[in-house]
């Protein structure tokens, strides 16, 4: 038995997550975390005023709130965010996606067309991507 895995090309704006959502800079962990729990999403884009200034996902809230021992009722979504957001266009292959990912050591990453932030795509979409190109040969 064999196993084979064909690396994507398809284009990344057709596995990653849309609309995006999005928290402001100013609100609480704790309403990030019940906001992501209520999506059933694992990050959210932070917005200050009109633009976006990071993202927060639930390894922040993991690592740099609850495992600092900070209260998530008070920590600003601001305090603990992961910025800037990096991101890829929409249309580069799934494959240059993962390897970015890998390189920057990120679990999310903003997707763009023509500059603006259209979606969001995870280590989960792209497990699900490479998962329906996995086959098992004899």
């Known amino acids: 038995m064999a196993y084979e895995f064909e690396t994507s090309l398809e284009e990344i704006g057709k596995y ?46 993991i690592r740099k709130v609850v495992g600092a021992g900070r209260n998530p009722e008070t920590t600003r979504v601001a305090d603990v965010m992961t910025a800037p957001i990096l991101t890829l266009d929409r249309f580069l292959p799934v494959v240059e996606a993962e390897k ?16 603006q932030l259209v979606g969001v795509l995870s280590v989960k979409d792209l497990v699900a991507c490479y998962s329906k190109s996995f086959r098992v040969t004899e």
């Open 16 to 61: 990653m997550s849309s609309p995006v959502f999005f928290i402001d800079a100013e609100a609480t962990v704790q309403e990030a975390a019940l906001e992501m729990h209520a999506r059933e999403i694992g990050s959210l884009l932070v917005k200050k005023l009109s633009d976006y200034v990071g993202i927060i996902s639930e390894s922040d809230v």
């Open 100 to 115: 970015f990912m890998q390189k920057n050591r990120v679990r999310h990453l903003g997707v763009t067309e023509e500059g």
